[in-house]
């Protein structure tokens, strides 16, 4: 197959061309800017792969090791970057591997289109080699799918999907192109970007009403309490978000997906919300007299037990996805739209307000929370290293200006709770699914999509394990990501469980790992262990400082408990600090 | 809350898989559909979908958010039984030679407001339009003459106070207007294409 070399067109009167549909696939993304691609081969996407290798100048393909690896490396390139990440698989297994980065990237509103090959468009149906009904299975979590049978269909198809992933609330979009599609040669009319869909409306309209009736309550309120979650990043509204607080005068909290929207030690920032948040913000929830929320979702491990969640509280919410409104929490003003518009006007309308005797209660509980939980943790008197000494070993060396991607379970919490964070998009977690194995290759995209800034991705024994073998996608492309393994020897998590709720009956999480060293050395990637206090700054210092990807292990104690943690099934205001 | 009695309108855009994914928004809260019916409205392109639900305000309400989110959707609305028109449509299959020596034929057409669709020796078809309680009615009177087979329809609901959707979607539109379905015309073409 001849690859056409399409220079941009300004003119007018589009010029036809004949191309294949493989050929169509890569114009839409050259069209749409895309550089990174994280893909894996195989027979039902062979010849947008064929197409591919006279590419290889304009689009920068990286080879993972799993379709799982792809998603999450453009999970975190998307995160990173604020672009749309890329993925390429194959049918059957291929688009398979990719459901779990899907439901991820669904329940954390990351924008991704992602390209599967399928089966000739008449083998449909007949259970051909490596057929799947990708579209059936994917539907629950993609924001939208599509099936493309002939390849006229695919520029307009694509352009679709790039605005759909991308905009109001931003989701992943599978496109499953059958093979005689790929090959299909048609009359080319250049690639027109999607601008508007009459089904679909991505930006609700904002009603004035309801923003004068916000400011009201909030310029009455005594205790204001703003929570915020991803949407403000999403929404790229920092700015924006601060002008308002700072206005107002209003103590924010942020959920783990809102994390690094504002800097971290920004004097009305007051700590995470949620089942391991600080104690502060939890216990004012139930005690606050309006309660902001924006661009967050009230999620259960927000929220805790809900019939006991600020009900004293008048709510406002701020949300780009009406669906969202009422979903969990009742809301006595709905603000509906885009918080990068509704944000300024609802700041337009505050009064300038002193709010210091209620940020100060805040302060009161954060002295507490200091004192029984963050210094144990970050001074610990023990012998054993604490995950919390780490980050704040990791914060003292990099000035809390690195990109820390984390996995799921202990290591995540005390990543969160105490990374310091000076910029937006730095913290990259899975925060809503919950994935373990998420973060080496989602460190590996975040590295793609912010190549300039460090990424040290924070992984625990267990998590590693689950995508380990992304590793090779490092060692064959080069990229420089700091991984740090906090080694526990347990499942930690489901381990503190069992050990608060389940009579310590350790029961499968007593996990064997093999010489994380040794492995990463296989791969050609330097590395080091350590387990005693006196070298943990120096091997912090040498990963951070290594050209190059490192990877250090850095053995902590075994049955250490992520504290303080509202317990489920319980309100946030009898979250337990030990 | 008490549960009661929702129809569903939800006017969309014709694409193959939105059924599915109108269908799992129910199926993934364990939520079961009592009737649903797809057909074409006033506008052309635009395919609209008739659901009966019982289930609380409350739910209903997010379950219409959750169906108005998807990007083919154009709109969702709910309504009570008093906020519409309804009706089923239901077709009896009964043995003619019962029937004809037993009953007496139009009595029963009279009072189910029934008519028969088909008669022949072997069997008749009977078809009756109404609410529920209507069809199930015939279904009583005609088990004792050896009920074949019945089949009732999904509700087909107007709503009361709707002005149609012509002027809604003429909102929506701006510069796009419905793309034409596409369907896969390579099935039939089995045995003329080699594949690797």
Redesign the interface.
């Known amino acids: 197959m001849e690859t056409l070399q399409l220079e941009k067109q300004e003119t007018i009167a589009p010029l036809v061309t004949q191309v294949s549909g493989s050929v169509a696939v890569l114009e839409a993304m050259i069209a749409e800017n895309v550089n990174e691609i994280f893909g894996y081969p195989g027979?039902a996407i062979m010849p947008i792969y064929d197409a591919l290798y006279d590419y290889q100048n304009k689009l920068n393909h990286i080879l993972v090791r799993h379709e799982q690896g792809a998603i999450h490396a453009a999970q975190g390139f998307a995160r990173a970057s604020g672009k749309t990440g890329i993925v390429f698989a194959t049918s059957g297994p291929g688009a398979t591997n990719l459901v779990t980065g899907l439901a991820d990237a669904m329940i954390d509103s990351t924008p991704l289109v992602c390209i599967t090959g399928q089966?000739?468009?008449?083998?449909?149906?007949?259970d051909a080699f490596q057929e799947t009904d990708v579209?059936?299975i994917t539907?629950?979590v993609t924001?939208?799918?599509?099936?493309v049978?002939?390849a006229t269909?695919i520029p307009?198809v694509l352009a679709k999907a790039f605005y759909?992933a991308a905009s109001g609330r931003p989701g992943p979009v599978l496109i499953d192109i059958?093979?005689?599609a790929q090959l299909q040669v048609f009359d080319y009319k250049g690639y027109t970007k999607c601008q508007?869909?009459?089904?679909?409306?991505p930006k609700p309209i904002v009603r004035k009403e309801y923003l004068e009736e916000a400011a009201k309550l909030i310029n009455e309120a005594k205790k204001p309490f703003v929570i915020f979650g991803q949407g403000i990043i999403l929404g790229s509204a920092e700015k924006e978000f601060t002008t308002f607080i700072e206005k107002g005068n209003l103590p924010a909290a942020w959920t783990i997906m809102g994390m690094s929207a504002i800097p971290t030690d920004h004097p009305l920032g007051v700590g995470m919300l949620g089942m391991h948040g600080n104690y502060g913000p939890n216990v004012l929830t139930n005690e606050c007299d309006v309660l902001i929320a924006v661009g967050m979702r009230f999620d259960d491990r927000v929220t805790g037990r809900l019939d006991k969640y600020a009900r004293q509280a008048k709510v406002i919410h701020l949300d780009i996805?009406?669906?969202e409104?009422?979903?969990n929490v009742k809301t006595t003003v709905p603000v509906w739209g885009d918080c990068k518009e509704t944000l300024p006007m609802l700041t337009a309308l505050l009064d300038k307000k002193d709010n210091s005797a209620w940020i100060e209660r805040f302060a009161e509980f954060a002295r507490e929370e200091l004192n029984t939980c963050i210094t144990p943790e970050l001074n610990p008197e023990s012998e054993e290293l604490t995950m919390g000494e780490v980050i704040k070993t990791l914060n003292e060396l990099t000035g809390g200006n690195a990109i820390v991607v984390t996995d799921v379970g202990q290591h995540q919490m005390v990543a969160c709770r105490y990374t310091k964070y000076n910029s937006s998009k730095s913290n990259i977690t899975s925060g809503g699914l919950g994935t373990m194995g998420f973060a080496l290759p989602a460190a590996i995209g975040a590295k793609f999509g912010a190549p300039q800034r460090t990424v040290v991705a924070i992984i625990g024994d267990g998590g590693v394990q689950m995508t380990i073998q992304e590793l090779g996608t490092i060692m064959q492309t080069g990229i420089a990501v700091k991984i740090m393994i906090l080694n526990n020897q347990f499942l930690g998590m489901v381990r503190q469980w069992q050990e608060l709720f389940m009579d310590k009956r350790y029961s499968f999480t007593d996990i064997k790992s093999p010489d994380f060293v040794k492995v990463a050395d296989g791969y050609g990637i330097a590395g080091r262990k350590v387990s005693d206090r006196i070298d943990l700054a120096g091997a912090v210092k040498e990963m951070l400082d290594f050209d190059g990807s490192y990877l250090l292990e850095v053995m902590v104690g075994k049955e250490n408990n992520v504290f303080p943690m509202v317990p489920q099934g319980c309100s946030v205001s009898e979250i337990r600090l030990k | 809350m008490n549960k009661a009695e929702y129809t569903i309108t939800v006017y969309?855009?014709n694409q193959?898989?939105l059924l599915?994914?109108i269908a799992?928004i129910f199926s993934?809260r364990k939520i079961n559909v009592d009737s649903l019916n797809t057909s074409p409205t006033e506008v052309e392109s635009v395919h609209r979908f008739t659901i009966v639900i019982i289930e609380t305000e409350d739910v209903v309400?997010?379950l219409c958010?959750?169906i108005?989110?998807q990007?083919?959707?154009?709109k969702a609305f709910y309504n009570t039984e008093e906020e519409i028109v309804w009706q089923e449509m239901a077709l009896y299959k009964v043995p003619t030679d019962e029937i004809a020596e037993k009953v007496k034929v139009e009595r029963l057409l009279r009072e189910y407001g029934a008519r028969a669709v088909v008669i022949r020796k072997d069997y008749t078809v009977f078809e009756t339009t109404g609410h529920r309680e209507e069809t199930a009615g015939l279904i009583r009177a005609l088990e004792p003459f050896g009920l074949i087979e019945f089949v009732r329809s999904a509700r087909i609901a107007i709503i009361k106070d709707s002005s149609g959707f012509h002027e809604k979607?003429k909102s929506?539109?701006?510069?796009?207007?419905?793309?034409e379905l596409?369907e896969?015309?390579?099935?039939?073409?089995?045995d003329e294409?080699f594949?690797?």
Do not use: C
């Not at chain 1, 089966?119 to 007949?126: I, K, N």
């Not at chain 2, 990007?71 to 154009?74: A, F, G, K, N, R």
């Not at chain 2, 929506?172 to 793309?179: Q, T």
């Open positions: 027979g089966v000739f468009a008449h083998l449909l149906g007949t579209i059936n539907t629950p924001k939208w799918n599509y099936q049978t002939d269909e307009a759909i059958t093979k005689n508007h869909i009459r089904s679909y409306r996805d009406p669906s409104i009422d979903k | 969309t855009e193959i898989g599915n994914r799992i993934r309400r997010k958010r959750q108005e989110k990007v083919d959707v154009l979607l929506y539109e701006l510069a796009a207007p419905g793309e596409v896969n015309e390579f099935l039939n073409q089995q294409v594949t690797m």
